[in-house]
């Protein structure tokens, strides 16, 4: 239970659901009930998949381009910190790429959303999958895998629930509140990359000094 606390806890935190809540209404102003339902959907089983992806075939690209778990650890806490500062800041959408500018051509240009801009880059960034793929390093139990995916599923769910729901969050929320929500995760998000820098750094310490 303590293993999907913090899986769930920390996936829900850096691919930060709430924090696209804008984007999506931005993005599905002029779509109707039911098909806000349906890009939703699309965008919720985009995200699993990639989530799956990265957890499983990680350690395959890790060993392809000779990248050590330590090393990933450090970049994808970097990364991690780096997307708790802009949600701190107020800067998520352009950390994410995705500029206002741009959001509103692809409300003109493009026919399907729920992969790109929502899923990639919004919802399953670097962040994210560094994540995964370190936890496909540390848990190799069949128990420990099963939590790890079980986690990624409710992530998936919650996406779908948050994005379905996303006009209705921004009339009782409002933006003050959305954005106040949007700073709580970013100081949670830094103190999980800060922690695996730590965590990296003190265990490559204590193999040189042993």
Request: hydrophobic share 55%.
């Amino acid at each position: 239970m303590d293993l999907f606390l913090v899986a769930f806890g920390a996936l829900f935190s850096i691919i930060n659901p709430l924090g696209t809540v804008p984007v999506f209404v931005g993005l599905t102003q002029e779509h109707s009930k039911k098909e806000r339902s349906k890009i939703a959907f699309w965008t919720a089983l985009d995200v699993l998949i990639i989530l799956l992806l990265s957890f499983f075939a990680g350690q395959y690209l890790l060993s392809f381009f000779g990248i050590t778990l330590h090393a990933l650890k450090i970049a994808g806490g970097l990364i991690i910190t780096s997307s708790g500062f802009a949600l701190l800041t107020g800067k998520f959408r352009e950390h994410k790429g995705m500029k206002r500018k741009l959001v509103q051509e692809d409300i003109h240009t493009r026919d399907a959303i729920s992969l790109t801009p929502l899923a990639i880059p919004m919802l399953a960034g670097p962040g994210t999958i560094s994540l995964l793929i370190t936890y496909n390093q540390d848990y190799n139990l069949n128990s420990e895998i099963t939590i790890i995916i079980c986690a990624i599923l409710i992530a998936a769910l919650s996406i779908y629930f948050i994005l379905k729901s996303a006009h209705f969050i921004v009339k009782f929320l409002g933006a003050s509140g959305i954005n106040a929500l949007s700073r709580i995760i970013g100081f949670i998000v830094i103190a999980i990359g800060v922690q695996y820098i730590i965590s990296s750094v003190e265990e490559i310490l204590s193999r040189i000094l042993n």
